[in-house]
């Protein structure tokens, strides 16, 4: 059971490292938080449920569609709101305000348009796809989806790994990271830089969404906040504002999750919140990462 | 000689404090100028409103023949402006990306031969490239700032305070190191330091107090001032 619980927790732990990942690299760029994370994810979930019941599409054929859309849209959202937000005074706390109003918005428009429902694709999509139903690791037999998920997830981490240390623009990316002012005037077009690094964010939420039938069930107009919340917990974990730190914040929380629900399950639902108080309140910049900001 | 930087009534501050007054200054094609100014005379807003960390809020900024006035700092830099502040360098990354970083515009094979160059003349570097510039000490990563101003291959070096948290040791390198910069590359230089440090290499001086430029000419003639003298060289 306990070894059921580890590995499963691992491979919940990958997809979880990937639904932190975009609010933090979001974080680590701009300073703010995006409080509609949770609502990209939902709104790629929608994405992937809509073209498969209108054209078929395996969700392995939806994240190439899913990422250009939500890179494209989140490059467009960064140059409508946030150099606004970063000539205001005290632009951490307006990010606050309006990503809260852009995820009551969205929720509002998907309710409006799809009413407020429980949406599916079928859990045996990846079965079908690869002939296999379930694979079994170490004596324990998990479903197969699970491992398309966790497979997806290390080829996320690995290109946003070469994006950020073999790329000039991930140079640029972590160069704005430690100091904007210094990479304005280091020639860095800071504006775009940021604006593809939010497209990326953004991007990786939606690809999480994707993923997320598999590995947490139905998906539904509510649920970003739900999932902004975990995200949260995710990157307080792991490291404020160090994306590959969510990996590991999501490995834990992954596992920790697991081992609830083998062992404690009617606790699980606490957990997020009891992970975030304590992080916050013994080792606030995170179990992994230096501090990145004066709170 | 030609002017290169040619700033002409600028005025600008932070909010509704405003710092400099009314700053005018030429700047010739080649030359090594030095700015004095005690804290909170205006240097780092002086130096700030040229690259465009901070808006003119009245003047202009000429730079070869150029209005940069409203250009964004990237476009300024990219015209052949390097600015190295206080901070200069980026402690989350390498040595060897924070040189690239110096020529984020400049195209790979430029930047390699830049990079060579730099490492010659800074063989610590060279032994560290693939450390993170936050590892390293304040003398090494003051260093590795001037290496970055250098590595785009500017037309000018505008430095803010370079000899600011140095040991006499250190401050009396990177002087060396500038200078032969200066010597061998022609590059203009613009220096702002609040002691007289760089003023050896100094050929021409400007004296900020208040936001105001109160002092333009050469260093004999600074020395020859007895309020400046007293000021910046302790004698009366």
Known sequence: MLSYALIGGIMYGLYFGLVGMGLNLIFGVMRMINLAHGDF????????????????????????ISIVVFLVFGFLMYYVF????????????????????????????????????????PSTIFAKLFNVSTFTLFGNTFPISWLVVSVAC?????????????????????????????????????????????????AAASLAGVMGFFMIGAAFP??????????????????????LGTVIGGLIYGVAIMLMQTYFSSWTNVLPYLLLIFVILIKPEGLLGKAVRNV | MSVLLNVTDLESGYGLVKVLVGVNLKIESGKSVVLLG??????????KTIVGLIKATKGKIEFDSDDITKLKPNKRIEKGISYMSELAIFPNLTIEENLELGGYFKDKGENKKRMELMFNYFPDLRKFKNKMAGSLSGGQRKMLGVAKAFMSNPKI??????????????VKKVIEVVKSFHDEYKTTMFIAEQNVSFL?????????????????????????????????????
């Open chain 1, 41 to 64: 994810i939902m709104l790629g979930a929608f994405l992937t449920y809509w073209l498969y019941y209108l054209f078929g599409f395996n969700p392995l054929i939806v994240i190439p």
């Open chain 1, 82 to 121: 946030v150099p606004k937000l970063l000539h205001s005074k005290d632009p951490e706390m307006l990010s606050f305000i309006l990503f809260f109003g852009v995820s009551q918005v969205i929720e509002a428009i998907i309710i409006l348009f799809f009413g407020n429902n429980q949406i599916s694709v």
């Open chain 1, 154 to 202: 290390i080829v996320a981490f690995v290109l946003i790994y070469v994006y950020f240390f073999y790329t000039k623009l991930g140079y640029a990316t972590r160069a704005i990271m430690a100091n904007r002012h210094e990479a304005l005037v280091s020639g860095i077009d800071v504006n775009k830089v940021s604006a593809i690094a939010f497209g990326v964010g953004i």
């Open chain 1, 222 to 243: 509510s649920m970003g906040t739900d999932l902004t919340t975990i995200s949260f917990t995710i990157i307080v974990l792991g490291a404020l504002g160090n994306p």
């Open chain 2, 38 to 47: 005690v804290n909170g005379a205006g240097k780092t807003t002086l130096l």
């Open chain 2, 157 to 170: 070096v505008i430095m803010d305070e370079p000899s600011s948290g140095l040991s006499p040791k250190f």
């Open chain 2, 200 to 236: 050896d290499i100094a050929e021409e001086v400007y004296v900020l107090d208040m936001g105001k430029i109160t002092f333009e000419g050469s260093v004999t003639d600074l020395k020859s001032n007895e309020r400046l003298r007293e000021a910046y060289f302790g004698v009366a």
